[in-house]
């Protein structure tokens, strides 16, 4: 039950799966890097895509958007994460929160092995 409280918190929140583990450094830094990531995404114009059902390989890029757990919902609530196609920086943004988001996948994992006991 930990290690799945682990994982959640930490797709909710990058990082917070370790903090909550006392491996408050390595949480940090997750949380910084991750959270970088998608703000610099935001700012070169990037697009949260969200769940379409025209398109069959839409489904990847709401996969990956949707790592950006407390982003994701937010775009949805909030006028962010639209995109800006004027701008030469749309694709490396879009790029970057999709990054952001399969990262944050991969840093929750993590934390759900830790917890497991299947890594220190």
């Given amino acids: 039950m930990k290690a799945w409280l682990c994982f959640l918190a ?10 909550i583990q006392k491996k ?3 949480g940090l ?3 910084v890097c991750i959270a970088g990531m998608a703000t ?8 949260i895509y969200f769940f379409r ?10 996969f990956a958007d949707l790592g950006n757990s407390l982003l994701f919902i937010l ?9 800006v196609l004027e701008r030469t920086t749309f694709e490396f943004g879009t790029a970057y929160l999709a990054g952001a988001g399969l990262l944050n996948y991969l ?6 092995d830790i917890a497991r006991g299947k890594k220190s």
């Fill in 107 to 112: 840093v929750a994992l993590d934390a759900f």
């Fill in 75 to 83: 775009a949805q609530l909030l006028p962010i994460g639209t995109g």
């Fill in 29 to 31: 830094i997750f949380l």
């Fill in 24 to 26: 408050i450094v390595r």
């Fill in 10 to 19: 930490g797709w909710l929140i990058p990082g917070l799966g370790h903090i």
């Fill in 53 to 62: 059902f025209d398109n069959p390989l839409m489904v990847l890029t709401v």
């Fill in 40 to 47: 610099l995404g935001l700012v070169m114009g990037g697009k």
